[in-house]
């Protein structure tokens, strides 16, 4: 009874450190060794940053987990399993850093396999039961809805506001107020709420951690290929004092099986990390030879069939893991490049490099429309439609062809 016990601890101590975020891992080794006597900690190396720093980098992995944060608060409809699992992973995958879907309904729909209706149900759900609210949208009238109805703060005059935004950017609240028929102070008051609201929910997120310790993973070019250095390892710094001869208590010996398999899970997560580092480095090798112009696309859908982990474990492998490579620190999760659109074999980061490169070599008297920059991408061989041009020059901050004409 007493090995069939400790045998169900160890695989829960297992399956609670894999599914551990970066810093959670850290929060949780830190917090077992406080409570364990025979638990001594290595303290890991700052990289040369001052005490501040160090400060500020616990901040920012507080900060930059979206993907943690999305799997977390929808846990229990990834539990249900079956189409559910399926269905709510895969969004997750779509959110883009401003915590917008990355594609439409149609698109998913199409890549899952599955009719447009139930995606739409089941995005639907997650809106609701997400917080911050927002996250999920796919446009910012129904990022502002999704808030403003969290905030039951949705109006019938508030829903013509958002219906007309296009207007406000345009001619501004007077001419908002003409085109939606609605009296200026009426405007006036919708727009003083939503200036409140965010229209990018997931960027809180999304702080770039890279300069603020040292990577854990350094990729180099070898006479053989791409050889991976992994230089963190949570195991290594974990010390297990031996037992003491004399003054042997049940406790001590509870604490001491408890240590050790801590350590045990710390070197199968180890081991989870190296395989997946492995598969993206394998899949992405172009990418560490010219840069994101060669990303190709890859989700952790498939990195999760490929080495057997589930979906959520992956995501959690790569929340805060950061690889060093010709072209310098990067946050892991940049080499899971979703496609640019639905059949495509080009990686969103990919299509981004290709607009960028193009406007910068332009003739700011006479710039590149989208419609231009579509037909130049099909020559290189990239199809893509302008709808999608567009919106990947505007998440660059590239302003319009005629904006920039009136720039120059």
């Known amino acids: ?12 101590q297992v399956i609670e450190v894999l599914n551990m975020s970066s810093a959670e891992l850290d929060d949780h080794i830190a917090q077992t060794a406080r409570d364990n006597p025979m638990i001594v900690l290595r303290p890991r190396s700052a ?17 930059s987990s979206l993907y943690d944060h999305v ?13 559910l699992e399926k269905l709510v992973t895969a969004l997750i995958e779509e959110l883009d850093p401003s915590g917008w879907l990355g594609r439409s309904v149609a698109q998913i729909a199409e890549t899952l396999d599955m009719r447009a209706e139930v995606v739409e ?10 917080e911050p609210a927002g996250l999920f949208a796919r446009t910012l009238e129904e990022c502002l809805r999704l808030q403003l109805e969290d905030q039951d703060a949705m109006t019938e005059t508030m829903g013509r506001v958002l219906a007309h935004l296009e207007a406000f950017e345009k001619g501004g609240p007077a001419c908002l107020a003409k085109v939606a028929g609605l009296e200026m102070e009426e405007v006036t008051s919708c727009l003083s709420v939503i200036r409140r609201l965010n229209p990018k929910p997931g960027a809180v997120f999304m702080t770039d951690a890279t300069l603020l310790r040292e990577p854990d993973v350094r990729v180099t070019l070898s006479a053989t290929g791409w050889e991976i250095e992994f230089l963190s390892a949570r195991a290594s710094e974990v010390s297990i004092l031996p037992m003491p001869k004399a003054g042997q208590t049940p406790a001590l010996r509870e604490a001491l099986a408890r240590a050790r398999a801590l350590k045990q899970a710390l070197e199968l997560r180890q081991s989870a990390v190296k395989q997946v580092v492995r598969v993206l480095v394998d899949r992405q090798s172009a990418y560490f030879h010219t840069g994101a112009e060669a990303l190709q696309p890859m989700t952790m859908s498939e990195i999760a069939q490929i080495t057997g982990y589930h979906a959520s474990t992956v995501s959690r492998v790569l929340n805060g893991l950061l690889i060093e490579g010709p072209h310098g620190v990067i946050a892991a999760r940049v080499l899971c490049a979703g496609a640019a659109s639905v059949g495509m074999t080009d990686s969103k980061p990919k299509v981004q490099a290709r607009i960028r490169a193009l406007l910068a070599t332009e ?13 130049l991408l099909h020559v290189e061989g990239i199809t893509v439609s302008r709808r999608i041009v567009s919106k990947y020059r505007q998440e660059i901050g590239l302003a319009s062809a005629a904006k920039r004409r009136l720039y120059a």
């Open 1 to 12: 009874m007493r090995a069939r016990q400790t045998q169900v601890f160890k695989i829960g």
């Open 47 to 63: 990289g040369g940053v001052s005490a501040t720093d160090v400060l500020e980098m616990t901040a920012v992995e507080d900060a």
């Open 71 to 83: 799997f977390r608060e929808l846990a229990g409809l990834i539990l249900q399993g079956g189409q």
């Open 121 to 130: 149900t089941a995005l639907k759900i997650i809106q609701k039961r997400v």
């Open 363 to 375: 003739d700011s008297a006479h710039p590149l429309s989208d419609r231009r920059l579509t037909a």
